[in-house]
C-alpha cells in the first residue's frame, strides 16, 4: 500500500510539474500576443504574466515537495523536526504566492476600480494569519521538540525498530551457547 501511495504522490508530482512548465511557456507567449497585437496594455499583459509565473511557481515547489518528503521510500518514520521544515517550506510557498498574487490583484484593481480593492485586501489579511500561524506552530512545535529532545524521540523510534530477540540479545554473553 505504500508503494501505491508514494507512486500516486509521484505521478501528482509529475503532472503538476507538466501543468507548470505549460504555464512557464504560455505567460510569456500570451503577454507577446496580446501586448504587440494591441488587444491590451502592455501593462496589463505584464501583471497577467507575474500571475501565471507566480502559480506556476508555487506549483514546480509542492511538486518539489511532494518529490522530497512523500515519495521517497522508508520517510513515514522521519523525526518531527524534518517534518516540522518541510511543513515549514511548504506553507511558506503557499504564503509567498498569496502575497504575491494579493500584490498583483491590488495593482490592478487599483488603476481600474478602486472600490474592488477590498478582495486584495482580504487576500492580503489571510496571508498575514497564515503567516502568523505559520509562526506560532513553529514556535509551539520548537518548544514541544526542546521538552521532548531529539535524544528521547530517537531512543523511542530505537524501541520500536527492536524486535524482542534484538532487545534480549545483550543479556547473553557472546562466547555462551545458549
Keep these: 500500500m505504500s508503494f501505491l501511495i508514494r507512486a500516486v504522490f509521484a505521478v501528482a508530482a509529475c503532472a503538476l510539474m507538466a501543468v507548470a512548465a505549460v504555464l512557464l511557456v504560455y505567460a510569456p507567449y500570451t503577454a507577446l500576443r496580446q501586448g ?14 507575474v500571475g501565471y509565473l507566480i502559480v506556476a511557481i508555487a506549483l514546480f515547489d509542492v511538486a518539489k515537495y511532494f518529490f522530497e518528503e512523500e515519495v521517497p521510500a522508508g520517510r513515514e518514520k522521519r523525526a518531527a523536526a524534518d517534518a516540522r521544515r518541510g511543513l515549514t517550506k511548504f506553507l511558506s510557498t503557499i504564503i509567498i504566492a498569496i502575497f504575491l498574487e494579493a500584490l498583483v490583484l491590488l495593482f490592478e484593481t487599483a488603476r481600474e476600480e478602486v472600490s474592488e480593492v477590498i478582495y486584495p485586501a482580504l487576500l492580503v489579511g489571510i496571508g498575514c494569519v497564515a503567516l502568523v500561524s505559520l509562526g506560532l506552530f513553529q514556535r509551539l512545535s520548537a518548544s514541544v521538540e526542546q521538552q521532548v529532545g531529539p535524544e528521547r524521540e530517537a531512543r523511542a523510534e530505537a524501541a520500536r525498530d527492536i524486535s524482542p530477540a534484538e532487545a534480549a540479545a545483550p543479556l547473553a554473553s557472546p562466547g555462551s551457547n545458549r
Design 36 to 49: 504587440l497585437g494591441g488587444d491590451t496594455l502592455v501593462h496589463e499583459a505584464l501583471l497577467n504574466i
